[in-house]
């Protein structure tokens, strides 16, 4: 913590290049407090491979300090179609021998990297969600803060319809989300929830006609800056934790929140 009460970031490590983002399919703009990263293979609909769930880790451990909102966008018709299906050739050699549980378990737990970051509580992630949001691009999604969604939007957990299970920390925050009921239909009949249900649902916060997506998501942002950045940490930090408390954890939790916001605000 710092005097103020903020959470202070590790040293950022080095900020993956250009090159090296463009080859696993990703973009990152940053400009001052706000980091934009694009999921950047059109053509393929955004489809994502090992490299983009590296990159996306590899982002979340460079942001420059100053980052307080990340923006999440997709280029081209669809956020993304989910993992790259040529991953699956060859039998899926590339997540396993077979042989080695502990091996994949550190494998797939490299690639949740690339998810787990954007819950930080030192910035607040939106997902700006137009077009398709498939498997892991539903999760990706689901990892955010925050959806706002185009009125084109379609969410969905395909998954189990492939013999998987949804593995990239997305089961979490569906079911914090919608609840086991809804997120078991959702799951294992891997249906479209378009727009308006995902609204309905609280998969997305916003709702917006498609060429208003860039606007609904710019105007967030100025009102998430406008915000105080240690009383955002804080209070990121408090409602994430207040589901697992029981009440008096979570007012205990608020009290130590708030001895730090009145340290930095009246220095007491
Ligand atoms: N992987 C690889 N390539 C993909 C892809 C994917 N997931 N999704 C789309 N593409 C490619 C297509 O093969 C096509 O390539 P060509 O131009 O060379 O033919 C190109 O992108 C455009 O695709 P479409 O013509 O199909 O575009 P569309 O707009 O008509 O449809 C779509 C878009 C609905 C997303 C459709 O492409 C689709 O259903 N894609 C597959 C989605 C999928 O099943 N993803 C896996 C989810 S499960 C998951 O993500 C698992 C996990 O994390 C572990």
């Given at each position: ?6 959470e ?45 769930w590296r ?21 081209g ?24 549980a ?7 737990a ?18 700006a ?5 498939i ?6 999604a689901l ?25 990239l ?11 086991v ?7 294992l009949?891997?249906r ?43 209070t ?29 605000l009246?220095?007491?």
């Amino acid at each position: 913590m710092t005097d103020a009460g903020v959470e202070r970031r590790p040293e950022p490590v080095r900020v993956p290049g250009e090159a090296e983002l463009a080859e696993a399919g990703l973009r990152l703009d940053v400009d001052g407090a706000v980091a934009t990263v694009t999921l950047n293979r059109p053509e393929r609909r955004n489809a994502m491979t090992f490299a983009t769930w590296r990159g996306l880790a590899a982002i979340g451990r460079s942001l420059p300090s100053d980052v307080r909102v990340v923006v999440l966008k997709g280029e081209g018709p669809s956020f993304s179609a989910g993992i790259d299906l040529g991953m699956f050739s060859g039998g899926g050699e590339g997540f396993s021998d077979g042989a080695d549980a502990e091996a994949t378990d550190r494998f797939i737990a490299g690639l949740q990297e690339g998810y787990t970051w954007l819950r930080r509580p030192d910035i607040v992630t939106i997902a700006a969600v137009h077009g398709h949001a498939i498997g892991g691009g539903f999760q990706l999604a689901l990892a955010c803060d925050l959806r706002v969604a185009a009125d084109d939007a379609k969410f969905c957990m395909k998954e189990p319809a492939l013999g998987l299970v949804p593995d990239l920390t997305g089961t979490k925050p569906l079911v914090e989300i919608v609840g086991v009921p809804r997120a078991l239909e959702l799951c294992l009949t891997a249906r479209t929830v378009l727009a308006d249900e995902a609204a309905r649902l609280g998969l997305a916060e916003i709702v917006v006609p498609r060429d208003g997506l860039d606007a609904a998501v710019a105007d967030l942002v100025t009102a998430l800056l406008a915000v105080n950045p240690g009383a955002a940490v804080a209070t990121k930090r408090l409602l994430w934790q207040a589901p697992e408390n029981t009440l008096e954890e979570q007012c205990a939790a608020e009290r130590r929140e708030q001895i730090g916001r009145l340290r930095e605000l009246f220095g007491k």
